[in-house]
T-cell receptor, first 113, second 114 residues
C-alpha cells in the first residue's frame, strides 16, 4: 500500500532563508505526487504536482519540488521564505486504486522575522 | 464559481446525536470525497463517490454514511455521534476520477462531540 512520510512535524526558518520540507513515499506503482498547503482555518490548496515527464516541477508562490525515484523522495523547496509562507504543508500520493489521496502527517512551517 | 462549499463551519454535538455535513460543488466534477483531519495524522479518507448514485468506503468509514443523488451534492451523515468523531472534516472534488489533476478542497467543518 502507498504511504507517505514527512520528516519534521515543525520546521522554522528565518525570512529570506531557504525552505526545505522533506517527503518520502512508498508506492508499488509509478507514483503521482502532490504538495498541498493549508493556511490557518482554511482548506487545502494544491501547490504543485508530479505525474510524468520532467522531474523538477514548479508550483505557485515560488515553490518547486523534485521527484527522485532512486530516493523515493519528493522534497519541497523555496529559495527565499516569506512571512506569508507560514502554513501547514502536506505531501500526498494517489492510493493503490487511484480513488483517493494518501497524505503524509504534515509539516508546519513557521517563518521568523 | 463558488468552488467547493461546506456547511456548517462549526458544530458541537452531544454523544448519540445525529447530523449531516453538507458539501456542494459547482464545477461539474464527477469525483467527490470526504476526509477527516486529526493532529499528526494528515487527512484520512472516509467515503468517496465517482458519480451520482455511486459511493464507496475509504479508510475510516465506520460511523458515517453518504449518498450522491446529484453531481453537485455529497452530504456526510453521522448517525450517532461519538467523541472519537471530533475532528475537522473536509470535502474535496476533482474533475478527474483518477485524481491526476489534484483536487479542490472545501474550507472544512470543525466538529466537536461532547
Amino acid at each position: 500500500a502507498q504511504s507517505v512520510t514527512q520528516l519534521g512535524s515543525h520546521v522554522s526558518v528565518s525570512e529570506g532563508a531557504l525552505v526545505l520540507l522533506r517527503c518520502n513515499y512508498s508506492s508499488s506503482v509509478p507514483p503521482y505526487l502532490f504538495w498541498y498547503v493549508q493556511y490557518p482555518n482554511q482548506g487545502l490548496q494544491l501547490l504543485l504536482k508530479y505525474t510524468t515527464g520532467a522531474t523538477l516541477v514548479k508550483g505557485i508562490n515560488g515553490f518547486e519540488a523534485e521527484f527522485k525515484k532512486s530516493e523515493t523522495s519528493f522534497h519541497l523547496t523555496k529559495p527565499s521564505a516569506h512571512m506569508s509562507d507560514a502554513a501547514e504543508y502536506f505531501c500526498a500520493v494517489i492510493g493503490n486504486y487511484g480513488q483517493n489521496f494518501v497524505f503524509g502527517p504534515g509539516t508546519r512551517l513557521s517563518v521568523l522575522p | 464559481n463558488a468552488g467547493v462549499t461546506q456547511t456548517p463551519k462549526f458544530q458541537v454535538l452531544k454523544t448519540g446525536q445525529s447530523m449531516t455535513l453538507q458539501c456542494a460543488q459547482d464545477m461539474n466534477h464527477e469525483y467527490m470525497s470526504w476526509y477527516r483531519q486529526d493532529p499528526g495524522m494528515g487527512l484520512r479518507l472516509i467515503h468517496y463517490s465517482v458519480g451520482a448514485g455511486i459511493t464507496d468506503q475509504g479508510e475510516v468509514p465506520n460511523g458515517y454514511n453518504v449518498s450522491r443523488s446529484t453531481t453537485e451534492d455529497f452530504p456526510l451523515r453521522l448517525l450517532s455521534a461519538a467523541p472519537s468523531q471530533t475532528s475537522v472534516y473536509f470535502c474535496a472534488s476533482s474533475y478527474s476520477i483518477g485524481l491526476a489533476g489534484g483536487a479542490y478542497f472545501g474550507p472544512g467543518t470543525r466538529l466537536t462531540v461532547l
